[in-house]
Protein backbone atom coordinates (compact mmCIF):
# COMPACT_ATOMS: atom_id res chain seq x y z
CA UNK A 1 0.00 0.00 0.00
CA UNK A 2 1.61 3.41 -0.70
CA UNK A 3 -0.05 6.49 -0.29
CA UNK A 4 2.79 8.89 -0.50
CA UNK A 5 2.98 11.14 -3.43
CA UNK A 6 7.14 11.05 -3.91
CA UNK A 7 7.07 10.49 -7.87
CA UNK A 8 8.01 7.24 -8.67
CA UNK A 9 9.05 5.36 -12.13
CA UNK A 10 8.72 2.83 -14.26
CA UNK A 11 12.37 1.44 -11.91
CA UNK A 12 10.03 1.91 -8.57
CA UNK A 13 7.04 -0.38 -8.97
CA UNK A 14 6.18 -4.44 -8.94
CA UNK A 15 2.94 -6.16 -10.09
CA UNK A 16 0.19 -6.21 -6.70
CA UNK A 17 1.39 -2.09 -6.04
CA UNK A 18 -2.17 -0.86 -4.89
CA UNK A 19 -2.43 2.85 -4.08
CA UNK A 20 -5.76 4.18 -2.03
CA UNK A 21 -7.48 7.41 -2.58
CA UNK A 22 -8.89 10.00 -0.40
CA UNK A 23 -12.82 10.20 -0.23
CA UNK A 24 -14.64 12.38 -2.90
CA UNK A 25 -18.67 13.06 -1.77
CA UNK A 26 -20.80 13.25 -4.50
CA UNK A 27 -24.66 15.47 -4.50
CA UNK A 28 -27.22 15.75 -6.62
CA UNK A 29 -26.29 19.03 -7.60
CA UNK A 30 -22.63 18.28 -8.79
CA UNK A 31 -24.50 14.80 -11.05
CA UNK A 32 -27.19 17.35 -12.49
CA UNK A 33 -24.07 20.20 -13.24
CA UNK A 34 -21.94 17.47 -14.85
CA UNK A 35 -25.42 15.76 -16.93
CA UNK A 36 -26.32 19.18 -17.93
CA UNK A 37 -22.77 19.29 -19.72
CA UNK A 38 -22.00 16.24 -20.87
CA UNK A 39 -24.96 13.65 -20.62
CA UNK A 40 -28.00 15.59 -20.67
CA UNK A 41 -30.43 12.60 -20.38
CA UNK A 42 -33.54 12.83 -18.35
CA UNK A 43 -32.24 10.12 -15.54
CA UNK A 44 -29.08 12.03 -14.59
CA UNK A 45 -30.89 15.54 -14.36
CA UNK A 46 -34.71 15.07 -13.22
CA UNK A 47 -35.52 12.99 -10.12
CA UNK A 48 -39.24 12.26 -11.22
CA UNK A 49 -38.10 11.05 -14.86
CA UNK A 50 -35.09 9.35 -13.21
CA UNK A 51 -37.94 7.37 -11.02
CA UNK A 52 -39.64 6.46 -14.03
CA UNK A 53 -36.38 5.39 -15.86
CA UNK A 54 -34.54 2.12 -15.95
CA UNK A 55 -32.39 3.21 -13.51
CA UNK A 56 -35.21 3.65 -10.63
CA UNK A 57 -33.94 7.18 -9.22
CA UNK A 58 -31.19 9.46 -10.13
CA UNK A 59 -27.84 8.24 -11.40
CA UNK A 60 -24.42 10.15 -12.20
CA UNK A 61 -23.54 9.76 -15.44
CA UNK A 62 -20.88 7.10 -15.84
CA UNK A 63 -19.26 9.47 -17.49
CA UNK A 64 -18.83 11.77 -14.35
CA UNK A 65 -18.34 8.33 -12.37
CA UNK A 66 -15.20 8.20 -14.73
CA UNK A 67 -14.03 11.56 -14.20
CA UNK A 68 -14.39 11.63 -10.12
CA UNK A 69 -12.06 8.39 -10.39
CA UNK A 70 -9.02 10.06 -12.83
CA UNK A 71 -9.31 12.79 -9.50
CA UNK A 72 -9.10 10.49 -7.70
CA UNK A 73 -6.04 8.61 -9.44
CA UNK A 74 -4.40 11.96 -10.34
CA UNK A 75 -4.31 12.84 -6.29
CA UNK A 76 -3.55 8.90 -5.08
CA UNK A 77 -1.11 7.16 -8.21
CA UNK A 78 2.17 9.14 -8.19
CA UNK A 79 4.00 8.26 -11.55
CA UNK A 80 6.65 10.87 -12.74
CA UNK A 81 5.65 12.57 -15.52
CA UNK A 82 2.06 12.27 -15.19
CA UNK A 83 -1.27 9.44 -15.38
CA UNK A 84 -0.86 9.32 -19.54
CA UNK A 85 -3.59 7.02 -20.72
CA UNK A 86 -3.36 5.56 -24.10
CA UNK A 87 -6.44 3.22 -24.01
CA UNK A 88 -8.71 1.63 -21.01
CA UNK A 89 -12.13 -0.64 -20.75
CA UNK A 90 -14.76 0.31 -17.88
CA UNK A 91 -17.64 -1.38 -16.86
CA UNK A 92 -20.28 0.11 -14.43
CA UNK A 93 -21.27 -2.72 -12.20
CA UNK A 94 -24.24 -0.34 -10.17
CA UNK A 95 -25.32 3.32 -10.66
CA UNK A 96 -23.27 5.98 -8.89
CA UNK A 97 -26.10 7.95 -6.43
CA UNK A 98 -26.34 11.40 -5.32
CA UNK A 99 -24.72 11.11 -1.16
CA UNK A 100 -22.99 8.84 -2.51
CA UNK A 101 -18.88 9.19 -1.35
CA UNK A 102 -16.56 7.52 -3.92
CA UNK A 103 -12.97 6.40 -2.94
CA UNK A 104 -10.59 4.21 -5.74
CA UNK A 105 -8.65 1.26 -5.11
CA UNK A 106 -5.58 1.01 -7.98
CA UNK A 107 -3.70 -2.33 -8.56
CA UNK A 108 -0.17 -2.74 -10.93
CA UNK A 109 -1.54 -5.76 -13.14
CA UNK A 110 1.17 -5.93 -15.78
CA UNK A 111 4.40 -3.57 -16.45
CA UNK A 112 5.89 -4.19 -19.93
CA UNK A 113 9.33 -2.11 -20.80
CA UNK A 114 8.87 -0.90 -24.49
CA UNK A 115 11.12 -2.39 -26.98
CA UNK A 116 11.89 0.40 -29.08
CA UNK A 117 12.20 2.89 -26.59
CA UNK A 118 14.02 2.08 -23.57
CA UNK A 119 13.15 5.04 -21.61
CA UNK A 120 9.34 3.86 -21.03
CA UNK A 121 6.93 1.21 -20.23
CA UNK A 122 3.56 0.34 -20.60
CA UNK A 123 1.81 -0.22 -17.03
CA UNK A 124 -1.70 -2.04 -16.58
CA UNK A 125 -3.26 -0.70 -13.83
CA UNK A 126 -7.02 -1.71 -12.47
CA UNK A 127 -8.18 1.07 -11.03
CA UNK A 128 -11.72 -0.10 -8.90
CA UNK A 129 -14.02 2.76 -7.64
CA UNK A 130 -16.66 2.01 -4.16
CA UNK A 131 -19.04 3.93 -2.57
CA UNK A 132 -18.94 4.18 1.55
CA UNK A 133 -21.02 0.90 1.60
CA UNK A 134 -17.94 -0.90 0.02
CA UNK A 135 -20.12 -1.21 -3.59
CA UNK A 136 -18.23 -1.42 -6.54
CA UNK A 137 -19.57 1.51 -9.17
CA UNK A 138 -16.90 1.07 -12.12
CA UNK A 139 -14.20 -0.90 -12.91
CA UNK A 140 -11.28 0.29 -14.72
CA UNK A 141 -8.88 -0.88 -16.89
CA UNK A 142 -5.98 1.57 -17.81
CA UNK A 143 -3.06 1.07 -20.29
CA UNK A 144 -0.50 3.85 -18.86
CA UNK A 145 2.76 4.99 -20.16
CA UNK A 146 5.36 5.60 -17.52
CA UNK A 147 9.05 6.79 -17.62
CA UNK A 148 12.18 4.99 -16.50
CA UNK A 149 14.03 7.04 -13.40
CA UNK A 150 16.24 9.64 -15.23
CA UNK A 151 13.87 9.51 -18.50
CA UNK A 152 13.57 13.16 -18.41
CA UNK B 1 -26.94 7.49 -42.39
CA UNK B 2 -29.38 8.81 -39.93
CA UNK B 3 -29.87 12.00 -38.22
CA UNK B 4 -32.90 12.18 -37.48
CA UNK B 5 -34.11 12.10 -33.91
CA UNK B 6 -37.29 10.03 -33.79
CA UNK B 7 -36.56 7.57 -30.86
CA UNK B 8 -35.36 4.01 -32.40
CA UNK B 9 -35.52 0.66 -30.94
CA UNK B 10 -33.70 -3.55 -31.01
CA UNK B 11 -36.35 -3.25 -33.87
CA UNK B 12 -35.55 -0.79 -35.85
CA UNK B 13 -31.72 -1.02 -36.38
CA UNK B 14 -29.42 -2.86 -37.93
CA UNK B 15 -25.44 -3.54 -37.84
CA UNK B 16 -24.00 -1.05 -39.73
CA UNK B 17 -26.46 1.41 -39.07
CA UNK B 18 -24.59 4.65 -38.93
CA UNK B 19 -25.29 8.09 -36.34
CA UNK B 20 -23.49 11.75 -37.47
CA UNK B 21 -23.35 14.52 -35.03
CA UNK B 22 -23.24 18.11 -34.92
CA UNK B 23 -20.24 19.65 -34.80
CA UNK B 24 -18.67 20.75 -30.94
CA UNK B 25 -15.91 23.72 -31.04
CA UNK B 26 -13.97 23.45 -28.28
CA UNK B 27 -11.55 26.42 -26.60
CA UNK B 28 -8.48 26.45 -23.92
CA UNK B 29 -11.18 28.03 -21.55
CA UNK B 30 -12.82 24.70 -21.39
CA UNK B 31 -9.72 22.21 -21.35
CA UNK B 32 -8.58 24.02 -18.66
CA UNK B 33 -11.88 24.31 -16.44
CA UNK B 34 -12.81 20.35 -16.72
CA UNK B 35 -9.01 19.25 -15.71
CA UNK B 36 -9.30 21.69 -12.70
CA UNK B 37 -12.28 19.84 -11.45
CA UNK B 38 -11.34 16.06 -12.86
CA UNK B 39 -7.89 16.22 -14.02
CA UNK B 40 -5.35 18.21 -12.51
CA UNK B 41 -2.55 17.31 -14.53
CA UNK B 42 0.44 20.40 -15.54
CA UNK B 43 -0.27 19.06 -19.48
CA UNK B 44 -3.83 19.64 -19.04
CA UNK B 45 -3.77 23.30 -16.87
CA UNK B 46 -0.73 25.13 -18.01
CA UNK B 47 0.50 26.15 -21.54
CA UNK B 48 4.23 26.28 -20.24
CA UNK B 49 3.99 23.01 -18.18
CA UNK B 50 2.41 21.79 -21.46
CA UNK B 51 4.99 22.44 -23.72
CA UNK B 52 7.82 20.71 -21.93
CA UNK B 53 5.64 17.38 -21.15
CA UNK B 54 5.09 14.28 -23.22
CA UNK B 55 1.70 16.49 -25.13
CA UNK B 56 4.44 18.92 -26.27
CA UNK B 57 1.67 21.85 -25.84
CA UNK B 58 -1.70 21.90 -23.84
CA UNK B 59 -3.93 18.89 -24.24
CA UNK B 60 -7.79 18.38 -23.36
CA UNK B 61 -8.08 14.65 -20.84
CA UNK B 62 -9.03 11.94 -22.69
CA UNK B 63 -11.97 12.24 -20.16
CA UNK B 64 -12.88 15.38 -21.45
CA UNK B 65 -12.75 13.93 -25.01
CA UNK B 66 -15.26 11.20 -23.46
CA UNK B 67 -17.35 13.04 -22.31
CA UNK B 68 -17.85 15.66 -24.97
CA UNK B 69 -18.11 12.82 -27.18
CA UNK B 70 -20.88 11.34 -24.62
CA UNK B 71 -22.76 15.16 -25.27
CA UNK B 72 -22.38 14.58 -29.34
CA UNK B 73 -24.11 10.89 -28.94
CA UNK B 74 -26.78 11.87 -27.17
CA UNK B 75 -27.58 14.18 -29.49
CA UNK B 76 -27.31 12.02 -32.78
CA UNK B 77 -28.06 8.42 -31.22
CA UNK B 78 -31.80 7.84 -30.68
CA UNK B 79 -32.52 5.13 -29.02
CA UNK B 80 -35.68 4.96 -26.96
CA UNK B 81 -34.87 4.82 -23.38
CA UNK B 82 -31.90 6.63 -24.03
CA UNK B 83 -28.13 5.57 -23.67
CA UNK B 84 -27.34 3.06 -21.02
CA UNK B 85 -23.76 1.78 -20.89
CA UNK B 86 -22.74 -1.87 -19.68
CA UNK B 87 -18.94 -0.80 -20.56
CA UNK B 88 -16.72 1.01 -22.83
CA UNK B 89 -13.40 0.60 -24.27
CA UNK B 90 -11.83 3.65 -25.19
CA UNK B 91 -8.44 4.59 -26.90
CA UNK B 92 -7.52 7.83 -27.77
CA UNK B 93 -4.66 7.67 -31.30
CA UNK B 94 -3.86 11.35 -30.38
CA UNK B 95 -4.61 14.54 -27.94
CA UNK B 96 -7.27 17.03 -28.52
CA UNK B 97 -6.16 20.43 -28.56
CA UNK B 98 -7.64 24.12 -27.83
CA UNK B 99 -9.69 25.14 -31.48
CA UNK B 100 -10.30 21.39 -32.40
CA UNK B 101 -13.77 21.12 -33.74
CA UNK B 102 -14.97 17.49 -32.38
CA UNK B 103 -17.58 15.75 -34.37
CA UNK B 104 -18.41 11.96 -34.11
CA UNK B 105 -19.69 9.18 -36.18
CA UNK B 106 -21.19 5.87 -34.64
CA UNK B 107 -22.17 2.64 -36.42
CA UNK B 108 -23.67 -0.01 -34.94
CA UNK B 109 -20.90 -3.15 -34.80
CA UNK B 110 -23.68 -6.13 -33.38
CA UNK B 111 -27.16 -6.55 -32.04
CA UNK B 112 -27.63 -9.26 -29.56
CA UNK B 113 -31.16 -10.13 -28.17
CA UNK B 114 -30.81 -10.92 -24.49
CA UNK B 115 -32.12 -14.58 -24.34
CA UNK B 116 -33.21 -14.20 -20.63
CA UNK B 117 -35.23 -10.80 -21.09
CA UNK B 118 -37.36 -10.69 -24.38
CA UNK B 119 -37.51 -6.69 -23.92
CA UNK B 120 -34.28 -5.57 -24.57
CA UNK B 121 -30.87 -6.48 -25.95
CA UNK B 122 -27.03 -5.12 -26.20
CA UNK B 123 -25.96 -3.19 -28.84
CA UNK B 124 -22.16 -2.65 -29.61
CA UNK B 125 -21.72 0.44 -31.30
CA UNK B 126 -18.51 1.73 -32.29
CA UNK B 127 -18.09 6.31 -31.81
CA UNK B 128 -14.90 7.45 -33.63
CA UNK B 129 -14.60 11.48 -32.29
CA UNK B 130 -12.36 13.57 -35.07
CA UNK B 131 -11.27 16.96 -35.12
CA UNK B 132 -11.91 19.66 -38.26
CA UNK B 133 -9.44 18.33 -40.43
CA UNK B 134 -10.47 14.91 -40.07
CA UNK B 135 -7.97 13.22 -37.56
CA UNK B 136 -9.21 10.09 -35.18
CA UNK B 137 -8.68 11.94 -31.48
CA UNK B 138 -10.28 8.96 -29.97
CA UNK B 139 -12.49 5.35 -30.58
CA UNK B 140 -15.14 4.21 -28.64
CA UNK B 141 -16.58 0.69 -28.07
CA UNK B 142 -19.75 0.49 -25.80
CA UNK B 143 -22.13 -2.11 -25.08
CA UNK B 144 -25.17 -0.50 -24.93
CA UNK B 145 -28.82 -1.97 -23.26
CA UNK B 146 -31.73 -0.95 -26.16
CA UNK B 147 -34.77 -2.53 -25.80
CA UNK B 148 -37.29 -3.45 -28.13
CA UNK B 149 -40.55 -1.04 -29.38
CA UNK B 150 -42.96 -1.02 -26.78
CA UNK B 151 -41.29 -2.43 -23.65
CA UNK B 152 -41.38 0.59 -21.70
Chains 1, 2 share one sequence.
Request: aromatic share 8%.
Amino acid sequence: MKNEMKPITLDDIAVGDRYLSREFPLDTAQIKDFASNFDPQPFHLDETAAAQSFFGGLAASGWHTAAMTMRLMVESVPFAGGLIGAGVEISWPRPTRPGDILRTESTILDIVPSQSRPDRGIVTLQTDTFNQNGEQLQKLVSKLLVFRRGAD
